[in-house]
């Protein structure tokens, strides 16, 4: 990507200061201030825009900060700020060189402030703007002195960021993401903690995602957000980025390294909060064993999980559902964290007989991997707590995968049975025994005819194996 050339130089803006004592120059001073206080109070209607524009390439202060404010506050308006109308008045050249003027913090927040909002329009706006420098500006700025002009810069990067997947990886790739981590590491104010963690989650996340390495930094500073932020907009901005960075094994290590689970686990009980938290704790169940194996290790967390399986929403059960299929799915240790305990198996059993579509399906999931891997015991318990009756009565379905899934179940606990040797008194596998005493061989001979090819070969190989066809 083209962004033109890096090298701005300072501009020369002058204050006449001849002639005039120490005293003198400090009444300026404060009448300088007094004027920009009452210019900031004061509303700018668009027409006035390019005699604004020219004060702004004035190198007077006075005309100089009249025009910045005035051009601030017009492209700070909520509705159609006139941000062409600014380009087009080739304001932004101008704004670039402000930025590098270290002898007036104010002046260089008012110019960031600008660019920052610049950088909030159309990708096509945003783009001239970073051709003439503004990334070189906003990056320099993070070591102002001024957390005002700092913050400005931080929201500005934000903003380029959350255009499109390109600006945000030439961002990472160009400048990295270090300095900004130090920069937002250091301060306490809200504000400027709000916008950090907004801008971190804009260069975190995205479609493609960025490459982990490019990002792996901010983790730590992600996670120290989580657990001493209190500020709402910042916590959901963390927890999303959170939950996009722990789809990998690598960020999954870097999440659990910083010692967010406990945190994660308490934030379930926000409404605003619960869904990325769940999805991030989900991302890490669906890890490798050990990774899955520091969550359980919490022991408040399947009971909290378990308060939210009857939750009025239905995405919130879904990601719960979607959770536990994760840990049923796991070793058999892991499996009796969950169907160790009669009361989470009936709730399980329930969402996959009644639940909307979408939760049924997280819940089925849930059943049948739970008949993957078995000891003699767990398989026994799975005969008798109603999860092979459940599968069963899901061969009724209509919904092809709904029915694939199920089969798989059926299938798994005949194979247990048999490698097993759960039989009964006439020497027949335990299951068949209930599936004929419950019709469920009928129901399968039906499927052996079902249009969809996956549903009929998986009902005729289970014929086929262990009924004799």
Partial sequence: MD???????????????????????????????????????????????????????????????????????????????????????????????????????????????????????????????????????????????????????????????????????????????????????????????????????????????????????????????????????????????????TTESKGIDSVLSCNVVPKLIELFSDAGLVVPCLRTIGNILAGNDEQTSVVLKEKNFIPELFKLAGDEKKNVRKEVFWMISNITAGTPAQFEAIMGNPGYVEKIIHAAKNDVPEVKNEALWALTNSTAKCTPAQIIRILENGVFGCLIDLLDEDYSKFLCLALDGVENCLRWGNEFKMKDESGMNKFAVVMKYRGALEKIDTLKSHENNEVHEKASKILTTYFDG
């Fill in 3 to 245: 962004t033109g050339s890096s090298s701005t130089p300072t501009p020369q803006v002058t204050q006449n200061t001849e002639m005039t004592t120490p005293g003198e120059y400090q009444q300026k001073l404060q009448k300088l201030e007094e004027l920009i206080i009452q210019w900031s109070a004061m509303t700018f209607e668009e027409s006035a825009l390019p005699t604004l524009a020219q004060k702004v390439l004035s190198n007077d202060f006075e005309d100089l900060f009249y025009g910045l404010i005035g051009i601030r506050k017009l492209l700070s308006n909520d509705k159609n700020p006139p941000l062409q109308a600014a380009i087009d008045a080739g304001l932004v050249p101008r704004l670039i060189q402000l930025t590098f003027l270290d002898s007036s913090h104010r002046i260089q927040f008012e110019a960031a402030w600008c660019l920052k909002n610049l950088c909030s329009g159309t990708t096509e706006q945003t783009l001239y703007v970073i051709q003439n420098g503004a990334l070189e500006s906003f990056f320099f700025l993070l070591k102002s002195e001024n957390p005002d002009v700092v913050d400005h810069s931080v929201w500005g990067i934000g903003n380029i960021a959350a255009d499109n997947a390109q600006f945000r990886d030439f961002i990472l790739q160009r400048y990295g993401i270090d300095e900004l981590v130090k920069v937002l590491a250091k301060t306490s104010n809200p504000s400027f903690k709000r916008n950090g963690a907004w801008a971190l989650s804009n260069l975190c996340r995205g479609k493609p995602a960025p490459a982990f390495e490019l990002v792996s930094k901010a983790i730590p500073q992600l996670c120290e957000y989580l657990t001493g932020e209190t500020e709402p907009e910042a916590l959901i901005d963390v927890a999303w980025t959170l939950s996009s960075l």
